[in-house]
């Protein structure tokens, strides 16, 4: 196979795994950036500003700080990812039973770092760095449908710069920059079944008479890009213990690019959250709520374009997602046991962002997060965050066609999360 064409197709299947997430959060969202967070399911996480890692979710949280704070941690996401039910239907007509798997997750690390700098009792600037986006998923090279399986493995980084400006003793606002790195491999490769079909598609168009069982449809490995978002916020201050904040991130389409001339853009939802904080009066225990919406509808098609020529290629493979907007719905509460730990808990309920397109890389369901984590003081100015999540997902039912070939199986996708984090205030 030509090359260029077959890293066209490559670099098409790479985009497009990053919407393959493991079971973090609907989509390909990641919520890594806090171990704090963490414990208690991001409830409250726009607002609450515990430690440096707030402004990630909201820049105009930056002004409750009146010293410099960092923080800097890591979470670690095992997926535990099950395919069962697999049936898989050759171009001539054969029907095969696939055998349950349950190996096809993996254990990654997303480490994060947050530094926010008051300038005086007006301004705050910040920057940071965590992971935004995100997957692995492993299917072992005898896996009968490899065309279906095969090896994800996409990784982002976003690099924020953001400022704050208090307007009065209840009002503040931030903005910021956001850019955005991301890297993928992706390798699928040609089946026994597959290969008997008479007359395979290749992403030019051409056919022939067989494609060898082995055959790498999609082999890259490093396909890179940039983008550049930004995010806006606002906090609101009834009292020293309740607050509220809304902060708003603006995802851009994100273009990753190849050594042979050709460009893929994807593109990425915006985001929007409104978080509460109530801490109650006379006791030691808060209250914490937030509700994000992430606009996966904007998540409609893929488009290649040959950067050498100018013009359009791919069109011939203009696979439709049917994407639909997603919401995170999270409660959590707070309890300050005495100086030296802070207790926490929450609970999240996370919609799927598809609807009627499946695949088994792509182990997509509502969810329910159940967390818990604490706090623990190693002095008046420095502490240490542990968090603690399992994810638990739901049956999806998947069908996937291609060259010829039927896959019908159930995935169901669950995670288990772990972060460490340390803070310290100068």
């Not at 049936?87 to 997750?105: E, F, M, R």
Request: charged residues 15%; without cysteine; glycine residues 10%.
């Amino acid at each position: 196979m030509n090359k260029t064409r077959l890293f066209k197709r490559s670099l098409l299947a790479v985009t497009v795994t990053l919407a393959t997430q493991q079971a973090m959060a609907a989509g390909f969202q990641l919520n890594a950036q806090s171990a704090t967070g963490l414990g208690r399911a991001f409830a409250g996480d726009a607002v609450i500003a515990d430690n440096a890692s707030v402004m990630a979710r909201n820049p105009a949280a930056m002004a409750l700080f009146d010293k410099t704070e960092l923080s800097l941690g890591f979470e670690s996401i095992t997926t535990m990812i099950e395919v069962k039910d697999a049936k898989y239907s050759s171009p001539l007509g054969t029907s095969t039973s696939i055998a349950d798997t349950d190996d096809v997750g993996s254990t990654s690390v997303a480490p994060n770092i947050h530094l926010i700098v008051p300038i005086d009792e007006k301004f705050a600037v910040g920057v940071n760095a965590y992971t935004n986006f995100g997957t692995r998923t492993e299917f072992s090279s005898s896996y009968t449908a490899s065309e279906y399986g095969g090896v994800t493995d996409v990784k982002s980084i976003n690099f924020g710069l953001a400022g704050s400006y208090r307007l009065d003793e209840q009002l503040s606002f931030g903005a910021g920059i956001d850019l955005i790195y991301g890297q993928g491999t992706l390798q699928r490769y040609a089946s026994s079944s597959s290969a008997a079909l008479a007359s395979y598609k290749l992403t030019n168009g051409a056919s022939t008479t067989a494609v060898p069982a082995g055959t790498a449809l999609v082999n890259i490995d490093g396909a890179d890009g940039w983008a550049v978002g930004f995010n806006v916020g606002t906090v609101y201050e009834l009292d020293e213990n309740n607050r509220f904040g809304f902060g708003y991130h603006y995802s851009p389409d994100f273009k990753a690019k190849d050594d042979y001339g050709q460009e893929i853009t994807l593109p990425l939802p915006d985001i929007a959250e409104f978080s509460g904080f109530h801490k109650i009066e006379d006791t030691s225990f808060a209250v914490h709520y937030s509700v994000q919406w992430i606009g996966w509808s904007s998540f409609d098609k893929i488009e290649m374009r040959n950067l050498k020529s100018g013009s359009l290629a791919g069109t011939n493979y203009d696979k439709p997602y049917e994407w639909q907007d997603g919401w995170h719905y999270s409660l959590g509460g707070t309890y300050y046991l005495n100086s030296d730990w802070t207790l926490r808990a929450g609970y999240m309920y996370d919609t799927s962002a598809q609807d009627s397109v499946t695949s088994i890389s792509v182990p997509d369901s509502d969810r329910q997060w159940f967390s818990a984590g604490f706090t623990y003081a190693i002095d008046q100015a420095s502490n240490v965050d542990f968090g603690f999540t399992y994810l638990l997902g739901d049956d999806v039912a998947v069908t996937e066609n291609s060259a010829g070939t039927t896959l019908t199986a159930t995935t169901h996708a669950d995670a288990i999360l772990v972060g460490l984090q340390y803070s310290r205030s100068f």
